[in-house]
């Protein structure tokens, strides 16, 4: 006994451990999968998120150095037509205007110095730049972007910005230009809030830096002195310097692995760049991943537990919802005996009050008949209203009993042809004028359109016909020439007429039992004909509505589903 004791404990063990280690691999595999989609998720946020950055200042600098480029294109003009005297003040007039400028010189194509602002200069061929400036300008180039270099009278690194002015025929006359502190270009990052170890900056085509922030301790005043080195400008070469990208792997300048994404400047040969350490993109998958991982060791711990908590609940639940299901079986018979109950209530009642409004409608027309001659006219008009009260609650009741009658009785689905049942209800109603003289056929022109066929219920269909027809003849009765159209359009029947129309803001009481937007003396009738028509219509699953105009017309929408 002792040793199948044992033996049944280590199954159970056993058992356990397989568990166990089920669980940790499924722990393991969904931890794999959500890293490895996580991850690649936040890089693909991490390098939107730098494209967006390099975007904007992109625009940003191309923005201003376009603003800067139409105001020396106004200076160079305003120079052209003045004389050589007046170049320094003009110059010196717009320095004013443009504090961002340290230096300013207008300088000739031979180097000659015409105008500046920054002290004696022999001969412009003297500072740095200004012959591959004027080459270039020369090539065609409107405004040119130099290499950074560090002033004489004040130790700043000036960009320097030369445009070259041109007569009517486009060719070069002289530069107009100055230097600009690397602060300035700077000015349009340096307080994004940028990650720790992050910089951007400006990288010309010939892939020397024009400006960086912050410009990395590795590097110092290299930065401006020589061409940047390493991943960006690897790749530009490789790729032939193409427009806009992003670019992953070791940053000489950083020392680390990076991202780094780039645009072309749209009217310059310039790139924006910025560039993020592997660092920060691991910082931010782990921000978001972290919760994950946590979750999944929380349920790796309650795993078991809940398993079994899970199994309890599931029992109990398992017997609510039989019970609920018994609940909801009794309170559904329930409810259909409630509506067989009610439906022969009203059948009864709506059939055992005819008798007595016949008696009552009877014994009025023999009072009529015999004391209208000896107690006047007021009494055989007393005696008028009580019998027409009885023949409109005969009206009502007969109404209440179709209502009944086409709301349970059962469907028999055949194929209808839909214009055949139109000429017949048309047809009957011609034979009924005479008993309805306020709805003569005779007098309306009916226009019957193309009607599709259907499958519904002949009888309960030609009601909805007869009902709407007969409204339609009854409300344009008063036209002077009443029109009736009946057709089909988009998947609606409909029945158009040119009569009294209704107000739009009552549409909703159409359909209600005993709701009536006319009264009495207007149009005679009960206010059940259009409930028995949406009744019909929704026990085929379609849906009716209406449309109309006081005093022009309305029009009346049904659908029967295939």
């Known amino acids: 006994m002792p040793t199948h004791s044992s033996n049944d404990l280590f199954v159970r063990r056993r058992a356990r451990l397989v568990a166990y280690a089920l669980a940790l691999a499924m722990l393991l595999g969904v931890a794999g999968v959500f890293t490895l989609s996580s991850w690649n998720r936040a890089v693909e946020r991490h390098e939107r998120g730098l494209e967006t950055r390099v975007v904007m200042g992109s625009h940003a600098v191309n923005a201003y150095l376009m603003s800067i480029e139409l105001s020396l294109a106004d200076l160079g003009d305003r120079l052209k037509g003045a004389p050589a005297a007046a170049a320094g003040p003009l110059l010196k007039a717009y320095k004013q205007r443009h504090p961002e400028f340290e230096v300013m010189a207008v300088i000739g194509l031979d180097g000659e110095i015409v105008a500046t602002t920054w002290g004696t200069v022999a001969n412009a061929n003297e500072l740095p730049f200004f012959a591959e400036a004027r080459e270039r300008l020369l090539k065609g180039e409107r405004m040119n972007v130099s290499r950074p270099f560090l002033g004489r009278t004040v130790p700043r690194w000036l960009i320097q910005l030369r445009y070259g002015v041109r007569d009517p025929s486009g060719r070069l006359l002289f530069t107009v230009g100055g230097g600009v502190p690397v602060e300035r270009a700077q000015a349009f990052w340096k307080d994004v809030p940028l990650p720790p170890g992050a910089d951007m900056g400006l990288l010309r085509e010939d892939l020397y830096a024009v400006a960086r922030y912050p410009v990395p301790q590795s590097i110092g005043e290299r930065v401006y002195t020589e061409p940047q080195p390493g991943l960006l400008s690897d790749y530009l070469r490789e790729h032939h310097f193409p427009a806009a990208g992003v670019v992953r792997g070791f940053s000489a300048a950083l020392e680390s692995d990076a991202t780094v994404a780039f645009q072309h400047l749209q009217d310059y040969p310039i790139y924006f760049v910025s560039v993020n350490p592997r660092g920060i993109l691991l910082k931010e998958w782990w921000e978001s991943a972290w919760p994950t991982y946590a979750l999944l060791l929380l349920l790796f711990a309650g795993g078991m537990g809940i398993v079994g908590w899970i199994g309890r609940r599931q029992m109990a639940m398992q017997r609510e919802r039989e019970a609920r299901v018994a609940e909801l079986e009794d309170l559904t018979a329930r409810l259909e005996n409630t509506n067989a109950e009610l439906e022969a209530y009203m059948y009864s009642v709506s059939h055992d009050l005819r008798a007595p409004i016949r008696a009552i409608d009877g014994y009025s027309a023999i009072l009529q008949e015999e004391l209208t001659p000896a107690a006047g006219a007021e009494a055989g008009r007393l005696l008028g209203r009580i019998r027409a009260s009885t023949g409109r609650m005969n009206d009502l009741l007969n109404d209440l009993l179709d209502l ?121 009738g009960t206010g059940v004909g259009l409930a028995i028509v949406k009744r019909i219509v929704e026990r085929h699953g379609g849906k009716i509505h209406a449309t109309g105009t006081p005093g022009a017309g309305a029009r009346f929408w049904f659908s029967i589903p295939a």
């Open 404 to 524: 009944s009658r086409y709301s349970t009785q059962e469907l028999h689905r055949e194929n209808i042809d839909m214009r055949q049942e139109v000429e017949a209800v048309i047809a009957e109603l011609g034979a009924q004028s005479g008993a309805n003289p306020g709805a003569n056929p005779a007098a309306a022109r009916f226009e019957i359109g193309a009607l599709p066929d259907c499958r519904g219920d002949r009888i309960l269909l030609r009601q909805v016909w007869g009902n709407l027809l007969a409204n339609a003849l009854k409300y344009s009765a008063g036209a002077a020439n009443p029109l009736i159209c009946v057709g089909f359009a988009g998947d609606h029947y409909f029945v158009t007429d040119n009569g009294a129309g209704f107000d739009m803001a009552y549409a909703d009481k159409l359909f209600r039992l005993f709701s009536r937007l006319h009264t009495e003396s207007e149009y005679a």
